[in-house]
């Protein structure tokens, strides 16, 4: 794994695994032992989402040939992708990609 990312909060996350790089949609998959998304104010949450998704899925001079979506999660442990496991705690968020800038995709 990656080195540790300590977020805009002051947790600390490793990216897990990236998906989808350079196509229409990427997914940024960080761990951070002990996650858990109900101990963590929703606003608090969105701002390290969107710090990640910023400082990781936005390349200098990618321009148009980069992905448009881009999708963040943050899990207690690593978990195989599409695979359903109740017992990992996670949260997801969905962002587009705008120059510099990651616009939340409110659902």
Not at 31 to 57: I, N, R, Y
Not at 66 to 71: C, P
Not at 84 to 94: G, I, K, M, P
Request: proline share 5%.
């Amino acid at each position: 794994m990656a080195d540790e990312v300590v977020l805009p909060s002051g947790a600390e996350v490793t990216l897990y695994e990236t998906i989808g790089a350079g196509t229409a949609e990427m997914r940024l998959r960080y761990v951070s032992d002990g996650f858990d998304p109900l101990s963590v104010e929703p606003e608090t949450l969105l701002d390290d989402m969107t710090f990640l998704c910023e400082s990781g899925a936005v390349s200098p001079g990618e321009g148009e040939a980069g992905s448009k979506r881009v999708i963040v999660s943050i899990a207690d442990r690593p978990a195989d992708f599409g695979v359903l496991d109740t017992s990992v705690r996670q949260s997801f968020e969905a962002f587009t990609l705008d120059g510099d800038s990651c616009i939340w995709e409110a659902f």
